[in-house]
């Protein structure tokens, strides 16, 4: 069974199926001017959402990250490295793309349900 979260027209916010949660791109709420304000914003959101649909950041499988300049992956990930816990790095890509005027990251990720 899949079990569809926020569904709108285009898509879910979220899909959880078997015990996996796949979360839609999520930005930063604000725009904030810098990487690392985004970055900060988004990952703290992340930890709100992954609460919600029963897991945590120590639960995290996979990671896509979308960056608008590669230049600026080192500053995202000076903040992705402190948000994570030691030894739980999911397994991750990062690319660069176009986003929406203002935004600098993108990210989705899969978890593990934990409170299944």
């Known amino acids: 069974m899949i079990q569809r979260i926020d569904t709108g027209k285009t898509m879910s916010r979220a899909t959880v199926h078997n015990g996996v949660i796949y979360f ?3 930005v930063a709420a604000g725009k904030q001017p810098t990487m690392t304000e985004q970055a900060k914003a988004l990952l703290s959101r992340y930890e709100e959402l992954l609460a919600m649909n029963g897991s945590d950041k120590d639960h995290i499988i996979f990671a896509s990250i979308y960056v608008t300049n590669m230049a600026l ?3 995202f990930n000076a903040v ?15 690319v660069e793309v176009g986003l929406a005027e203002g935004y600098l990251v993108e990210v989705t990720l899969v978890a593990e349900k934990i409170d299944a």
């Not at 992705?80 to 990062?94: D, S, Y």
């Open 80 to 94: 992705w490295n402190e948000w994570l816990n030691p030894g739980c790095a999911p397994a991750r890509v990062c």
């Open 24 to 26: 839609g791109g999520h």
């Open 73 to 75: 992956k080192d500053e």
